[in-house]
């Protein structure tokens, strides 16, 4: 425990992929749950491009539909580890054109949660997902199969 709260390394690269892990899931599932609404609903959706067409978002209801697909089906990708780093590069963009159309004229206690979600998918996209993910996974099962040949 004292290693932990004094900053040293973690013990073990299992804490750090034990923390990936925890850090994506609960990213992933975020932006799942987020966006189900809009995903689920025409309505929803409906709304969500009004909203997008107020703050000059161009074809706003292809912009509603490329974002939320984007962060519903990214979020599920993050969740699971599958195709993680393409998936959090699609965030990062995602929330960068979030924050400057829409949330750059906003105070910045109302930017937390969308530069929340950008830095934690850029920290995605520099590690990757961690071991204990779909992709660790396959990446484990690819290099037993070439060590076989």
Known sequence: MWTILSG?????????HSG???????????????TQ?????AEHMLEFRD??????????????YISAYAQFIGGLLLAAGWFTRPAAAVMVVNFIVALVMVHRSLPFGSNIAPMAMCATSL??????PGAFSLDGWLA????????RL
Request: glycine residues 10%; proline residues 7%; positive net charge.
């Open 37 to 41: 609404d809009n995903v689920f609903s």
């Open 8 to 16: 040293a390394p973690p013990a073990s690269h299992g804490q750090l």
């Open 20 to 34: 990936l892990l925890l850090l994506r899931v609960f990213t992933g599932l975020v932006l799942a749950y987020g």
């Open 51 to 64: 909203f997008l067409a107020k703050h000059g978002f161009p074809a706003p209801l292809l912009s509603a």
């Open 123 to 128: 920290v995605l996209v520099i590690t990757g």
């Open 140 to 147: 484990r099962r690819r290099r037993g199969y070439r060590a």
